[in-house]
């Protein structure tokens, strides 16, 4: 069974046995600011040579501010500012989530140049990001496009480990990283006015 089978499969089984709909409970859109948030859902990591890949199809480097939403332990920010200098942010509903990226970016000696928020990522500004990364589910991406678009700045990237965007916002290329597919990007000033027109854009394979 594939990482993004399991992870499916983990996410959308904990909903349902909680009699939730199939957003993944990490992402709920309506949190009591005096309540913790309900953690059903496992931590799944994205394994580090993946998150390599991802950095380089996005092409960060030391002039980017990347938003990891779920950064969970933060590997995906810290490797960022570790390898291109980028600046980070890590978005995450679990406080030991965010305790742990803390934790590993003091280690890895990038805590100057790396944050991390417990936040839900539909009640985040994105604005400040030229590069947001994602391993959520389709549904969290199709949620999230709208939010997307109005909030990034033309030439912005988006990289999704796993799920694409839908049909009406294809991929500009989609890569294999060590048997998992990766989805890449760009927004443009169409964006700013409600999305890409119908059919246009095009999807480049590569490997």
């Not at 309506?30 to 040579?49: G, I, K, N, W």
């Not at 480097?61 to 570790?82: E, H, M, P, Q």
């Not at 294809?170 to 998992?180: S, Y």
């Amino acid at each position: 069974m594939t990482v993004q089978i399991r992870r499916r499969t983990l996410l959308l089984s904990a909903a349902a046995g909680a009699g939730l709909s199939l957003s993944p409970i990490r992402f709920a859109l309506a949190q009591d600011a005096a309540v913790p948030p309900r953690l059903d859902v496992p931590f799944v990591p994205t394994p580090q040579e993946v998150v390599d890949r991802m950095l380089a199809l996005a092409k960060v480097g030391k002039s980017d501010t990347l938003y990891d939403l779920g950064c969970g332990d933060g590997r995906i920010v810290i490797t960022a500012a570790r390898q291109f200098g980028a600046r980070g942010v890590g978005i995450d509903l679990n406080p030991e989530r965010i305790a742990e990226a803390h934790a590993n970016a003091k280690k890895a000696g990038v805590d100057g140049r790396v944050t991390f928020r417990q936040a839900n990522l539909f009640e985040t500004d994105l604005s400040p990001a030229s590069v947001v990364s994602l391993y959520l589910l389709p549904d969290v991406n199709l949620r999230l496009r709208p939010r997307l678009w109005a909030q990034l700045k033309p030439g912005s990237r988006v990289v999704s480990h796993a799920f694409d965007m839908g049909p009406e916002w294809p991929p500009e290329q989609t890569v294999d990283a060590d048997g998992r597919t990766l989805y890449l990007w760009t927004i443009t000033a169409a964006h700013k006015e409600g999305g890409p027109k119908k059919g246009g854009g095009s999807t480049k394979a590569l490997s």
